[in-house]
């Protein structure tokens, strides 16, 4: 039959805007939380981290924000860059003592127009 | 340079072939980890290693078959393998499943074609 590939949700912005990247998790045990981005022809590599007991982070033009309540993680990007360009993923563990690796999203992909 | 490599980058292989992807990480780790990411999934966790002991088996086929030598080598042999097995196969590490450190570092994975 015929293959369908997997459908990611795009986000597309100009160059310069902020671009804010949503993630809904399932397990309200999950309390660490993680995003990734994936560039053509590479692997995932680490953007920035939260753990549960926190609801916000900020790192070099990026913050995550973390709502427990609603199970919601977002990725904010500041001054977006043609480099930003790629597939966001974020994951997340349930617990820092179990054995069970990072559970991965579907992924979002951000286009950046210049 | 992630700290961890994977060889090779690309592979075909026949449906009654055996090959062996291979990584090894370069970062003092302890926990090693394969990831398929198919056109059709999200990334699914296949295999877990720390301390060289397996941690966990996803319900992975049997065709596919893991073997950690030691922290720093991860290897995936395959055999029999199924069109559908076409993916892109990523290995990761991390510091050790124990101390709750659970940030995964990617190698930039083998892209793998079944005929």
């Known amino acids: 039959g015929e293959s369908v590939g997997l459908h990611l949700p795009t986000l597309s912005v100009q160059e310069g805007d902020n671009s804010i990247i949503n993630c809904a998790y399932s397990?309200?045990?999950?309390?660490?939380f993680i995003w990734y981005k994936q560039e053509s022809g590479k692997g995932p590599q680490f953007i920035i981290d939260?753990?549960?007991?926190?609801d916000k982070r900020q790192g070099q033009r990026v913050t995550v924000l973390l709502n427990k309540t609603v199970k919601h993680l977002s990725l904010q990007i500041a001054a977006t860059q043609p480099g930003d360009s790629a597939v966001y993923f974020c994951?997340?563990?349930?617990?820092?003592?179990?054995?069970?690796?990072?559970?991965f999203g579907s992924g979002t992909r951000l286009q950046v127009q210049p | 340079e992630t700290g961890v490599t994977q060889t090779p980058r690309h592979l075909v292989m026949g449906m009654t072939n055996k090959k062996s992807l291979k990584c090894e990480q370069h970062?003092?780790?302890?926990?090693m980890y394969w990831y398929k990411q198919s056109a059709k999934k999200p990334l699914e966790l296949m295999f877990v290693?720390?301390?060289?002991?397996?941690?966990e088996n996803n319900s992975v086929p049997s065709r596919f078959s893991p073997e950690c030598p030691n922290s720093s080598h991860l290897f995936l042999h395959l055999h029999t393998l199924q069109p559908e097995d076409s993916a892109l196969y990523l290995c990761?590490?991390?510091?050790?499943?124990?101390?709750?450190?659970?940030?995964?570092?990617f190698g930039s994975g083998t892209q793998l074609s079944v005929l």
């Open positions: 290693y720390n301390f060289k002991e397996q941690t």
């Open positions: 970062l003092g780790h302890n926990a």
């Open positions: 990761a590490s991390s510091q050790d499943l124990r101390t709750g450190d659970e940030k995964l570092f």
């Open positions: 994951a997340e563990n349930i617990n820092p003592t179990g054995r069970r690796a990072l559970t």
């Open positions: 939260i753990r549960s007991n926190m």
């Open positions: 397990n309200s045990a999950s309390d660490y």
